[in-house]
């Protein structure tokens, strides 16, 4: 197996080069996503991976401790869990940057057939699509179940935080499924028309939903009155 000494470099006196160097292979950045959300176990990231291969996982693994970005949380043990290290958590803000940047060139794109999605993306996704510059005047909480991924956006004095787990007392409960929480991510499903389908369900305060909107950067087609009319019915 390759040491990160072994590895292509750039040979750039260059900052971005130097990440690259890092974080450029193929699935790097994917395992750093996988562990954004959580600590992972060796398992848990082949199966949130489909098709990177055992042998592979295992490399990049590998070359992630030797650049200090993750540890084992059991060392020695080829089956460990790994967590982020503080120098790790920082490609958080870049990754949620990049994200961003796909959700808006996704929208242009048709859903493949085969396409794979995980409820846990939907806590990065989040993330990425909420802006403190939207946030209402209102101190109140979001809470998303996504398949059985619970989450929730807490705005408190105009700033607006992602946190794991329920909320104790959610404002507004928005309900649904990964594919389905893709496609309004990605603007390709009018939010409101998915909660008339039925494909979203939405409990609590009506007058928060388009709030709660607003703050992801989503918006609909129904007017204001009518939005909060349907989200009180559901």
Request: glycine content about 8%; charged content about 25%; hydrophobic content about 45%.
């Amino acid at each position: 197996m390759k040491t990160a000494r072994e590895r292509r470099t750039y040979d750039q006196e260059c900052g971005l080069a130097f990440a690259l160097d890092v974080v450029g292979e193929r699935w790097t950045l994917l395992i750093i996503r996988e562990l954004l959300l959580r600590p992972r176990r060796y398992k848990e990231l082949l199966d949130a991976l489909p098709g990177i291969g055992t042998n592979l996982l295992a490399d990049r693994l590998n070359s992630l401790a030797e650049a200090g970005l993750i540890e084992a949380i059991q060392p020695g043990r080829r089956t460990s869990g790994y967590a982020l290290t503080d120098l790790g958590e920082t490609l958080r803000e870049p990754i949620l940057g990049l994200a961003r940047f796909g959700l808006a060139i996704g929208a242009e794109q048709p859903r493949a057939v085969d396409a794979i999605t995980r409820a846990s993306w939907a806590v990065l996704a989040i993330e990425a699509m909420i802006s403190d510059e939207r946030a209402p005047r209102v101190d109140e909480t979001y809470q998303f179940e996504v398949d059985d991924e619970v989450f929730h956006v807490a705005v408190t004095g105009g700033h607006a935080q992602t946190v794991a787990g329920p909320a104790e007392r959610p404002t507004l409960t928005v309900a649904t499924d990964a594919a389905t929480f893709f496609e309004l991510g990605l603007r390709r499903l009018d939010p409101m028309e998915a909660v008339v389908g039925g494909a979203v369900k939405v409990t609590g305060s009506a007058p928060a939903m388009p709030r709660c909107l607003r703050l992801i950067g989503l918006t609909s087609n129904l007017p204001t009155r009518v939005a909060r009319g349907l989200a009180a019915i559901h």
